[in-house]
């Protein structure tokens, strides 16, 4: 079975400043891992998506992420924030090229950004 | 190229009563998958078809079913409502299934009172 922590429910951070969002996975094989962007009454959008190859991985809106096997890790970085930003994010991870289990995603991390 | 569309974006039923969601996939795409989203429970995975054939399934009781045509259009019905159902569902829909870049509806949001 897999599983996903997202450290902090909440989040805050002044406009301009680094955004990072922390998430980390549980998983009896290498995963497939993804980062989704939640704005009030939408639905889901993909940020970005690792699945094999090169570890650092670069999204949409400036965002990336970088996934570290070792920590088991798969933090979402930003460098500048934006107002826009402020949303919910959520990382999900699956397995290798789907599975029973379809996508597991974490509890979220609501981003507010400060001006 | 249209998103992944679902149908009706609100709804409130009564406890007992059953409902049905509809999602129209983005052209193309073979896989259908639903999602519950709670604030209690967060987002958890309903069931997934691909090509009309129920493929992946998540753990829900049987009141939860689904079904998909052969125009991948997909429902999902959920029977005898009880006032845990109260969800936002999110269809989400991709060419070959997880694994794949999923792309999400705006979902129904569905009040049992």
């Known amino acids: 079975a897999q599983s996903v922590t997202q450290l902090g429910s909440h989040v805050s951070v002044s406009e301009g400043a680094l955004v990072l969002l922390r998430c980390n996975y549980s998983?009896?094989?290498?995963?497939?891992l993804f980062w989704y962007v939640q704005y009030p009454n939408q639905g889901l959008q993909l940020l970005l998506k690792y699945t094999t190859g090169a570890t650092l991985v670069k999204g949409i809106n400036g965002f990336e992420a970088e996934f570290k096997k070792s920590e088991t890790s798969f933090h979402l970085t930003k460098p500048s924030a934006h107002m826009s930003d402020a949303a919910e994010y959520f990382c999900?991870?699956?397995?290798?090229?789907?599975?029973?289990?379809?996508?597991?995603f974490g509890k979220g991390t609501h981003l507010i950004i400060q001006p | 190229k249209a998103g992944v569309t679902q149908t009706p974006r609100y709804l409130i039923k009564t406890r007992g009563q059953q409902v049905t969601l509809s999602c129209s996939p983005i052209s193309g795409h073979r896989s259908v998958s639903w999602y519950q989203q709670t604030p209690g429970q967060g987002l958890q995975f309903l069931f997934e078809?691909?090509?009309?054939?129920?493929?992946n399934k998540g753990n829900f009781p049987g009141r939860f079913s689904g079904r998909q045509f052969s125009n991948s259009r997909s429902e999902m019905n959920v029977s005898t409502l009880e006032l845990g159902d109260s969800a936002l569902y999110l269809c989400?829909?991709?060419?070959?299934?997880?694994?794949?870049?999923?792309?999400f509806g705006e979902g129904s949001w569905l009040t049992v009172v």
């Open positions: 989400a829909s991709s060419f070959k299934g997880t694994g794949d870049t999923i792309y």
């Open positions: 998983s009896s094989v290498p995963p497939y």
């Open positions: 999900a991870v699956s397995a290798p090229g789907g599975g029973a289990d379809g996508l597991t």
């Open positions: 078809y691909f090509s009309e054939t129920q493929r």
